[in-house]
């Protein structure tokens, strides 16, 4: 399976869905697909001699014709040279070049909807300037994250501590840019986020509807298009139960819809649609 080399955009109605590049980077296969032995996962997604898989963090540009929406935010460039080799990263973040490419710079983006706050989602809230500078990427957007996943940010828990972290977030505390929210909300017309559960406690997912199309974006309830067997969850997963629940009723609700399956990690597959026993029926 080669990379998607696809670089327009998918269309949900009248709304333009578009990925960015933010940051590729290498994880281990067995914490990617925890309790699946590796002779099945293998035959769906591709894995090196040390057993690391390829991953983008990819954040969608959702742009409705009256608001341009961001579905995260990448890795950000201030992951240090230690971490840079711990996840292998082997492309960098690179979302304001983006952004210039599609006709905006980053003052124009209107929301950043945080599905979750672990630094590879969270990492580009906040950039390091040329000049060394650390400033909000999005200066005009606000910033939506669910209620407790801001109150676990305030206080990790030990094995959140790693991912949580800090500096990705202290300016954006303080500078009015923030809006928790809880349950679903719908932020613009075709735009609204869920909260699941299931990866992190405050996690969310994000609808996108216009005219008679519908796009379901999961989040890491299913970072790829190999983990969209609802058992296949990841060892990162801090509840996987409600991963496997969320994951059931959401497949099952879209599927119905006819939706497009969005990803945020998979380089190979951005999108897909499903068939009722769970083959791809469509892809992009
Ligand atoms: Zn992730």
Known sequence: MDVNPTHGPLYIGDIEIRWLQGGFFHLDGGTMFGP???????RRYAVDNDNLIPMCNDPLLVRTGDMNVLIDTGIGNKLN???????????????????????LTRHDIDLVLLTHCDFDHAG????????????????????????????????????AESTYLPENF????????LELVEGETTLCPGITVFHSGGHTRGHQVVEIQSLESTAIHLGD????HAHLNPLWVMAYDNFPLDVIARKEEYL??????????TFYHDPFVRACKLAA????????
């Open 81 to 103: 040279e230690k971490l840079r080799a711990i996840y292998k990263v082997t492309s960098s973040w690179d979302v304001p070049a983006q952004l210039i490419a599609a006709g």
């Open 252 to 261: 099952k609700k879209y599927r119905e819809k006819d939706s497009w399956f």
């Open 277 to 284: 026993d769970g083959t791809l029926t469509k892809t992009w």
């Open 170 to 177: 202290d300016l954006l505390e303080t500078s009015g840019r």
């Open 124 to 159: 580009g809230i906040l950039m390091l300037t040329e000049e060394g500078e650390k400033e909000l990427t999005f200066p005009e957007a606000l910033h939506i994250i669910h209620k407790r996943e801001w109150e676990d940010v305030k206080n990790p828990n030990s094995r």
């Open 36 to 42: 699946v032995p590796k002779v099945l996962w293998q």
């Open 221 to 224: 309830l299913c970072p790829t």
